[in-house]
């Protein structure tokens, strides 16, 4: 299932006219390459949850046969957050099943993380990678009022949740009836009723379109990940 329906407000003025999902990458589209990305890795129903410019977005994607899929298009009256929109389409959630956001670009190997998804004792597994933020100043290290030591511009790393998650039908049951409901509020109510969550490391390509320089970036960096995927040759320029 792909999360489609943002409003993609930090990506404006580009959202005013064309939803995020169908942002150019390349020769395609962001949506485009989740769906061809997903069908490589075996996986033949795409489930996409919309809200925002939704029939725009149907009249794009249309039934996936051109993708060699089947795609159904869910559409939201109000936003449902990154979890209520499965409360619309639980009937059709009666295995394990992969929920990505509609806003990132990946080489993660997406079966294999269904695959553990599906085997490990947790209805919810959380794809997980390490977001690196340069710091500008010197960090002091010191015991008292004596300086031990000094570590120059030092980077802070951070994992976080990457926007992917394999889940098991049994975890609907939390989900609420048409109610605006994010994984962050699922994880909460799972780990307050001590529900197991496992994790997920990413090591492969990953990154977010929220906003317009990490837009940039995926347009810059994106192709080149593929062709080394693929082991050919990229065109592709990247900036020092």
């Not at 605006?180 to 799972?190: K, N, S």
Request: charged fraction near 25%; aromatic fraction near 8%.
């Amino acid at each position: 299932m792909i999360l489609a329906g943002g409003l993609g407000t930090r990506l404006q003025p580009l959202t005013n006219i064309i939803p995020k999902p169908l942002l150019p990458i390349g020769q395609s589209t962001v949506l485009e390459v989740q769906i061809l990305t997903l069908k490589r890795h075996g996986f033949s129903e795409v489930i996409i949850a919309t809200n925002y410019m939704s029939e725009y977005l149907e009249s794009v994607v249309g039934d996936g046969s051109r993708f060699g899929v089947n795609v159904i298009v869910s559409r939201e009256q109000e936003r449902l957050g990154t979890c209520g929109p499965l409360s619309l389409v639980k009937d059709r959630l009666t295995d394990p099943f992969v929920v990505m956001n509609g806003d990132i670009l990946t080489t993660l190997d997406l079966r294999a993380f269904g695959d553990f998804a599906a085997a490990i004792d947790a209805d919810l597994t959380v794809g997980t990678t390490e977001f690196v933020t340069p710091f500008q100043f010197g960090r002091v290290i010191s015991t008292g009022s004596y300086l031990t030591g000094v570590e120059e511009k030092p980077d802070f790393r951070t994992e976080i949740l990457a926007g992917v998650y394999g889940m098991k039908p049994a975890i609907l049951s939390l989900i609420p009836e048409g109610r605006y409901f994010g994984i962050d509020d699922l994880i909460r109510l799972m780990l307050s009723r001590e529900r197991r969550i496992a994790k997920y490391q990413i090591h492969d390509y990953w990154v977010d379109i929220g906003q317009l320089s990490d837009y940039e970036l995926a347009k810059e960096t994106f192709q080149i990940e593929e062709a080394r995927r693929r082991g050919a040759p990229s065109s592709a320029k990247t900036t020092s």
